[in-house]
C-alpha cells in the first residue's frame, strides 16, 4: 500500500497554493509564523545559556560582575518575550480569520457553481464533508503545522551550533589513556552519529504511527459523523420530535446510535493500541539518545574539558535537537495529512463552469413580449440513464395562462427548470425571441422568471428582505405584493411589521409560521420580482381552501400581462387557465383548453379528471 497518495512534490505544490491563497488574504503570515518560531526558540536557548553561563561562574571565578551582568541579560530576555507575544498574537488572529474566510470562499464558490453542480448530490456530499473536516484540517490547522515545523528547524539550527562547541572544548591539561580516548575527535563524531541515528530512528517512528493514526482518526470520521447525527443533530431538529413520538422512534434510534457508539468505542481502542506501540518504540530511542547524551557529556566535564555549566548547556541542546526531529516529523506528517483536506476543498474551489454563459443582453421590454420555445428538446439528469423529458416541442405565447398537469415524475417541474436555464438540454434547443436562450447573458435571462417552487426556503430575515430579497427595499412594493398573495393583515398585525424576523433562529420577537403562510409569503416574493414569466410550481398545496379561492380569483389580476405557467395537480384549479399541458412520463402528450381536451374521451386529461371527479363525487355521497 502506498504510504501517501499523493508524492512529496505534490505535497509541496499543494501546500505553496494554499500558502499563496492564505497570503491574499493575510499577508505576511508566513514571516510573522516564522518569528514567532525564532523568538520562541531562541527564548529557551538564551536562558539556558545564561543559567550555564552562571554555573560556569559560580563553580569557576565567581566574579560578580560577570554574574549580574548575566543576571541583567535574563532581564534583557523580556524583548525576546514581547516580540515572541506580539507574533503569536499575529498569528493567532490571522488562524481565526483564515478559518472563517475559506467558509466564505466555499460559500462564494458554491453560488458561483452552475446550477447542476448545486443540486448534485456528489457535489452536496463534498462540500459537507469540507465543512465536516474542518475541526481537524484546513488553512488554520496549516498555519498551525508551519509553526511547528519552524521552531523544530530553528531548533535545530541553534542547538546544533552551540553544541559544535563540543568538538573544540578540550581540557587544559595534558590527557593519557581512557581520558585521551574520550577526548578523541573519533569519539565525538561517533557520538553525534549515534544521536543522529537516535533521532532517524525516532522520526521514523513518528512518521509512521502519526500516518496510521491519522489514517484511523479519518476512517474514524465517518463514524463521528453517524453519531453526531443520532445524538445530537436528530434531537436538534425540532420538527423530528412529533416523529420520535408518534413513531415511537427512540428504539431504533437508540439501537442505531448503540451500534455506532460500539464501533466509535472500537475506533478509540484501535487508536489507543497504535499510540502504546508508538510511544513503547519512541521511549527506547528516547531513552537511549538520553543515556548517551548524559554519559557522552558526563565523560567530558569529568576530564575537564568543560565545567558543569557546559554540562547542563550541552546536554540541554542534545535533548533539544532530538526533540526537534520529533515535531519536525509530526508536522509534516500532520502537513500531508491536512492535504487530503485541502486536495477537496481545492477541487472543490476548481469545479469548472461547464454551462455556456452567453453575453447578450436581454431586451427590456415594457409589453413582455418575450416568446419562448422549445426546439425538440430531450433532457437527461447528469449521472441517470432515462430521460425526465423526451422531444419536448412547445411555445410559450405572450400572456397565456397555462396550467401543467401529469401525474408524479411525468416531467413538470425539470420542464420549467429547463425552461429557467437551470440546466440546459441535452439535446434540441431552447429560444428567446428566436435567439438560443445559452446566447443570452444568464443573470439578465433569469430575470425573466419568478417562480414558487414545491420546496421553496424562505430564510431567517426579516419579512420584507424575504419578500423582496434585498437590504434595501420599496416597502410600498412588498405591502403590495404582500396584499395580492393574501398575507397584508398577518403582516400588519406583527408588532415590527415589515421588519419582523421570520423564524425565531436568531431573535425572540420572530415569528414561527404556518406552511400555508410560508406559501403566501413565497408568492409575494414571487410578485415583488415583477418578471416576465410568473411560475408557480403546486402553489397551493399548503393554502386552506379559501385562500387557495382568494389566491385563484385574484391571479389574472396578480398577473396581468405576464405569462403564467401553474403546475397543480388539483385540476378545478386549472380550468380557469386558457391552456392545460398535460405530461406523461416525461412527454408533452396534449396541449389544449379544458374544454376541448375533455372531448377526447381516451385522453390522459379526461383520465385524471374523471379520477378527479370521481373522487369529489364519492366525498359528497
Ligand atoms: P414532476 O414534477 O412531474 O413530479 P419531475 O420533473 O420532478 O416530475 O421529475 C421527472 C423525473 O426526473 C422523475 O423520474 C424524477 O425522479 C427525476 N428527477 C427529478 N429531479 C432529479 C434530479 N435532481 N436528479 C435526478 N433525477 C431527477
Redo the contacts with the bound molecule.
Sequence with gaps: MKKYKRTFREDLRMIKRALKLIETNTPHFLLHTYLYSFFSTAIFVIANYITASIVDELTGNRDIKKILFLLLMYAAEIILHIFQDNSWRKIRTFNLISSKWEEVLLNSKSFSMDYPNM???LMRAKRQMITDSRSSGGLGRLMMELSSFFIGINQIVMCSAISMELFFRHPEKTLSGFEKFIDSPGLTVAFFMFVALCALGEYKVNSKYNRLANRKIKSNSMIERLLHYYLDDYIDDSKACKDIHIFNQKKLIRNSSDKIYGDWINGCKELHSLFRKKNNRYNLFYVLTTAATYLFVALKTYIGAFGLGGFIKYQFCIARIVDAAESISGAITALRTNNDYLETFFEYLDTPTEMHYGTIPTEKRMDNKYDIEFHNVSFK????E?Y??RNLNLKFRVGDRIAVV????????????LLCRLYDPTQGYITLNGIDIQKYDYEDYLDLFSVVF?DFRLFSFSVGENVSAEVDYDEEKVWSSLEKAGMLERIKAMPKGLKTPVYKDFEEDGVEISGGEAQKLAIARALYKDAAFVIL?EPTASLDPIAEHEIYSRFNDMVKDKTAVY?SHRLSSCRFCDRILV?DN?QLIQDGSHENLLENPDGKYSELWNAHAQYYAEKKA
Excluded at 407 to 417: D, E, L, V
Aim: proline share 7%.
Design positions: 443540486e448534485d448530490p439528469y447528469p449521472n441517470t432515462n425526465a423529458i401529469g401525474m408524479n415524475g411525468s416531467g413538470k417541474t425539470t420542464m420549467i427548470k414545491q410550481d403546475i405530461f416525461g
